[in-house]
């Protein structure tokens, strides 16, 4: 008797059990009906990876479900997404198969967005959304002739963009859309804000000329600045600049300097560029030499000017030497020497009229 009793407590205390662990399975499962495509990247670059896309009804157009396009997520791939329609019930409606569906990958500061399309829900569990492509619907500001210490940056890859630790940075902005203008500037270096502010002046007229004096050292090195322009219809242009902070100890020549066009033309108008990267400003001499080891050419520099400044310096030579006679065809070899009479630098050009 007392097995049978115990037997049957047994049962009771499993099925209670059961049923507890059956309930709160269904308390925490969640229906699932999968909306997913695909947004391509714009035409000129502009990734779709991480921006948002949603779903919504025109039953209820306050009611979306919001997720990430990429590898963050759900779908995890890159330019896919996935949403899960189910979440979009709301006061006014009740998913149901058979509905119309609105995607769109919103529009965003930078002015791109991808979409709308629209889907016809089935009962498959999950729904394919034509592809999409991102695209820009705005003016965003232009930033351009973006100088440091009056030096401008060059985009190029392999160029060193060498500045001092506290520049002296200016900038053009303009916004072309009609009735636009730039309402503030942003800059940041390595993810950190050095600047963000506007000027009154600047809603007068669609293109401004901007000018800001770093208040404290940057880290030598390499460093990421960015700069943001905003404009009054709330989109924003963005340049990404990688510099080289140097400044610091005696003046050093990074990298191999140029010269060119070589061979060039003097007796045909043409002048070399003798180009070369210090890393600070220096009271230098540039001498040109020809094939026996006599000094053609003479130029001395001083610091900050070009030819002794940090950064970028581009030297002319129209093929006259320091007597006044064009030289003839040939070899010729330059050096750079350092007021110190430290040797910094060799290279050759050629003549060939």
Not at 96 to 104: K, N, Q, S, Y
Not at 173 to 197: C, K, L, N, P, Y
Not at 262 to 269: D, T, W
Request: aromatic share 10%; net charge negative.
């Amino acid at each position: 008797m007392r097995r049978i009793i115990r037997y049957i407590l047994i049962c009771l205390i499993l099925a209670l059990a059961f049923a507890s662990s059956a309930s709160a399975a269904l308390k925490y499962f969640k229906a699932q009906h999968w909306i997913t495509g695909t947004v391509n990247d714009s035409g000129d670059g502009q990734p779709a990876d991480g921006r948002e896309v949603r779903i919504s009804s025109h039953l209820d157009p306050s009611t979306y479900e919001a997720g990430v396009i990429g590898p963050t997520g759900p779908a995890a791939q890159a330019n896919k997404y996935m949403l899960n329609a189910f979440n979009l019930e709301s006061a006014v409606f009740t998913w149901e198969a058979g509905m119309t569906l609105e995607v769109v990958s919103p529009l965003e500061p930078d002015t791109y967005a991808a979409g709308p399309v629209t889907v016809e829900t089935t009962d498959a569990g999950f729904d394919l959304v034509e592809v999409m492509t991102l695209e820009s619907l705005g003016s965003a500001p232009g930033i351009y002739n973006v100088r440091f210490d009056g030096v401008l940056y060059n985009p190029y890859p392999g160029v060193p963009n060498i500045i001092q630790p506290r520049p002296k940075l200016t900038l053009n902005a303009t916004v072309e859309e009609t009735g636009g203008f730039v309402t503030s500037i942003e800059v940041t270096v390595d993810g950190e804000g050095m600047f963000a502010g506007s000027s009154e002046s600047w809603y007068l007229t669609s293109e401004i000329t901007f000018e800001y004096d770093f208040t404290q050292d940057m880290v030598a090195g390499e460093r990421a600045i960015r700069l943001k322009a905003w404009s009054n219809f709330d989109t924003y242009g963005q340049r990404d600049l990688i510099v080289e902070v140097r400044g610091k100890g005696d003046a050093e020549i990074i990298g191999q300097p140029i010269a060119y066009p070589s061979p060039f033309r003097p007796l045909h108008g043409d002048r070399a560029i003798i180009a070369y990267n210090l890393t600070n400003n220096a009271s230098t001499t540039l001498y040109i030499y020809d094939i026996s080891g006599q000094i053609v050419l003479t130029k001395k520099f001083n610091p900050g000017e070009n030819g002794g400044r940090l950064g970028y310096n581009g030297v002319e030579w129209d093929g006259v030497t320091d007597f006044g006679f064009t030289v003839p065809n040939g070899m010729y070899v330059f050096m750079v020497i350092s007021d110190r009479n430290r040797h910094l630098a060799t290279g050759k050009l050629v003549v060939l009229d």
